[in-house]
């Protein structure tokens, strides 16, 4: 796998010099995505100034934008493995803060007025459409970003952490604008009965939703998210179960989303038994499962790069240097110092990204799960790795001596270094075999 051809041929078909429909060009889908989300921004933020005020949306947006850089900070850290693209990550947050919020909010109300007048029962209306309506209008909403990612940015998503990153900041920004809603309109009631201080029903909204559970929306979704990711795990053939995980995600995301809004039902300390007795043990099993999952890659990395190290395309210290984040973090360091500032790391950086990728790719090659562009995605990686080998190479060397100097194995004639021969052509280059 590692010495097939520099360059993959490519048959073109029949319609291969014709110019795509203006439709089909890249500017025009990106420009329709951004001008959906920014109308539906535009409809979202008029919503909710129209039931709270202007005074109310300032104090809400003030509020509720507190917890969204520490989640956004978490699930950044969490890919940090195989970072995705930012413009994935962005669509993310944008589609759960402005489309999945306005599709929650057109549908709820529409569905708990319509049970209502059905039933000639508000109070029984309000409760319905909390416990049953709300949880499938608004896990179904995010999961379509999730859904979309899959689907059309493929290549990006690869496994169950990428599910959970984009599912969590998916509702990440869903999150932000109902705080939005919850706190503006709790500051309007307290403008209205003149409460204060800590008695206040601001302060009240504050504590449980930003203080106590900011993790509520992510934790719900993020079942979608591991869903959508052991499917992306599966092989191609598996159609049945690339259907049915996911969708068995969305059921337990809709589930424990309707038993977290039920639980004010449940009696007068429903709402902290079924917080400290399933939220929060969710929350720690599910946080354990994202970051085992994150060492697990790491393993992978050290697992399947040695094949390309006797191929003669990665250095001999450069498995054990990407398997490690303190080693990476080492490599970009040295490389911003010494080999050109910003732009040297970044190249560093974009190394380590493109090696853990290959790694993955010859993963899923392994176990007979890769698609039918194996060899062309295997071709362009390292070509990417190859033009960036000049800055990169020295820098990941330096991490490896920082961690742990080379060290010769029995007296073996060949140099060993940690685990692995070194190469004994430095200057070799695949691309003239």
Known sequence: MATSPPYPTYSPGPRSGAHPHWWQRRWVRYGALITLLAMSGLVILALVR????????????????????WLIAAFRWLDR??????????????????????????????????????TADPASADTLGATVIAPVVEESAKAAAVLLVFLF??????????????AGLTATGFAFTENILYLGTAFGTDQITGDRGIASVTAATFFVRIVMSPFAHPLFTVLTGIGFGIAALSAERQHVRRVLVP???????MSMHAFWNGSSTFGEYGFFAVYGGFMLPTFGLLTWLAVWTRQ?????????????VYAGWLGPAEPFVLGSMRARRTARDHARRHFGGRPAARAVAQYEAYATSLAF??????????????????QELLAELWKRREVARPALEHAALSAAPAQPLYGAPVAYWYGYPAAPHPAYNPYRT
Do not use: H, M
């Not at 919020?101 to 007048?117: D, E, G, P, Y």
């Not at 790719?361 to 060899?375: E, I, K």
């Open 81 to 118: 493995v195989e970072p995705g693209p930012w413009r994935n990550l962005l669509f993310a947050f944008a589609w759960g803060a402005c489309a999945a919020a306005l599709i929650a909010i057109v549908a709820n109300s529409f569905a708990t007025k319509w049970i209502a007048t059905a």
């Open 296 to 308: 697990r890659e790491l393993r992978t990395v050290r697992e399947e790069l040695p094949a390309y």
């Open 153 to 166: 940015r493929r290549r990006d998503f690869t496994g169950i952490v990428d599910g959970v990153v984009i």
């Open 247 to 253: 969708l068995g995600g969305l059921l337990l995301a």
């Open 50 to 69: 129209r039931q709270t005020g202007t005074e109310g949306l300032l104090v809400g947006l003030g509020l509720a934008v507190l917890p969204v850089p």
């Open 361 to 378: 790719l010859r993963q899923r090659g392994r176990r007979g799960r890769a698609g039918a562009d194996f060899v062309a995605r295997e």
